[in-house]
């Protein structure tokens, strides 16, 4: 079991930044890959971005390829994503997500609550 807690979400004008953390505990976070979606109002959840075990690969939806980056902190048990360029269609509640299998955009297991992000036009 892992428990996830999301937070850095807020209101930011088109093109500023934002940088999300999830902080994990329970088991042992470096076994985990970890994975970033959202959720639109109306929408169905969409991955976003997701990173392996020791941070040595990183997948991005092509909506976001450029603009955000996904990184971890073993020692910290802490998963980022930075998110700069900001558009209004980024605007969603934003989960991390952990899975014992690799980094990949389905097949997780753990979910965080969510942090809202709502970028103004």
């Known amino acids: 079991q892992v428990q996830l807690v999301e937070s850095g979400g807020g209101l930011v004008q088109a093109g500023g930044s934002l940088r999300l953390s999830c902080l994990a505990s329970?088991?042992?976070?470096?076994?985990?890959?970890m994975g970033w979606f959202r959720q639109a109002p109306g929408k169905e959840r969409e991955f976003v971005a997701a990173?392996?075990?020791?941070?040595?690969?990183?997948y991005y939806a092509d909506s976001v390829k450029g603009r955000f980056t996904i990184s971890r902190d073993n020692a910290k048990n802490t998963v980022y994503l930075q998110m700069n360029s900001l558009k209004p269609e980024d605007t969603a509640v934003y989960y991390c997500?952990?899975?014992?299998?690799?980094?990949?955009?389905?097949?997780?297991?753990?979910w965080g609550q969510g942090t809202q992000v709502t970028v103004s036009s």
């Open positions: 329970g088991r042992t976070f470096s076994s985990f890959a």
């Open positions: 997500a952990a899975t014992l299998r690799r980094a990949t955009s389905v097949g997780y297991d753990y």
């Open positions: 990173i392996s075990w020791n941070g040595g690969s990183t």
